[in-house]
């Protein structure tokens, strides 16, 4: 697979499919508590949890944002070892996403709800900045640390436009704009492999240069081998 358009457009990549996910999910955690899928199973969040813990300091409290993070479960995990939930934004283009995550946090007695989460078409307006940190403009980079997980794998699941155009295509540079320079960009995917993450979001386009990634166990099929999941790092030079 070259590029994102060589997949076809899916339910998956419509607001219309997460919203109604969200809205049964916010349902489900206000009637028994229940807090959602966890995307990509719990091992996901411990495997970027672990890569976090060993290249991102926790003082000074790193700025930690993730783009498209549903109900949260990566970022309260973050915090639950030991990053700073003020300095942590979580955003998603589905209201009720943003109303689960808050919820969930507000029932939590850890200090979650300290975790700021916000409702952000990241495909066409950049998140708000933090209370208290710069405005994030186009050509301002603000984060320590971006994260995506399975929000790529959505997005090039969307119908391309009138013109032609994935809008996938937009998403990789926009990325590479929120980053601060000495900062990363961590993602996991399961459309993707590490070697195709690595053609989309290391380029002159994103300013993106390939860092690392988390091993994932392999699988045979038909004499090829390969992952379930992809997870790469990525570092904006200094």
């Not at 309260?76 to 589905?94: K, M, N, P, Q, W």
């Amino acid at each position: 697979m070259s590029d994102t358009t060589d997949l076809n457009p899916s339910k998956l990549g419509t607001k219309e499919h997460w919203d109604d996910v969200y809205a049964r999910e916010l349902s489900n955690f206000e009637e028994i508590g229940d807090e959602g899928e966890i995307w990509f199973g719990e091992d996901s969040v411990e495997k970027m949890v672990d890569w976090v813990q060993d290249y991102i300091a926790k003082e000074p409290a790193p700025t930690i944002i993730e783009i498209g993070a549903g109900n949260g479960m990566l970022l309260f995990a973050l915090h639950e070892a030991g990053y700073e939930a003020t300095r942590i934004l979580g955003v998603d283009y589905s209201a009720d996403a943003v109303k689960l995550a808050r919820a969930i946090g507000d029932s939590r007695a850890d200090g979650a709800n300290a975790i700021t989460f916000e409702e952000c078409d990241f495909l066409r307006s950049y998140p708000q900045a933090l209370p208290g940190d710069q405005a994030i403009e186009r050509d301002i980079s603000t984060w320590d640390l971006v994260l995506d997980k399975g929000t790529f794998d959505a997005i090039a699941l969307a119908e391309r436009d009138n013109s032609g155009k994935a809008p996938s295509a937009d998403y990789p540079p926009r990325i590479g704009a929120t980053v601060k320079p000495g900062g990363y960009f961590l993602i996991t995917s399961c459309n993707f492999t590490e070697e195709e993450l690595i053609s989309q979001f290391a380029s002159s386009s994103t300013g993106l240069q390939y860092h690392s990634k988390v091993t994932w166990p392999k699988f045979s099929f038909g004499g090829q081998q390969g992952n379930v999941y992809s997870t790469v790092a990525f570092q904006k030079p200094a």
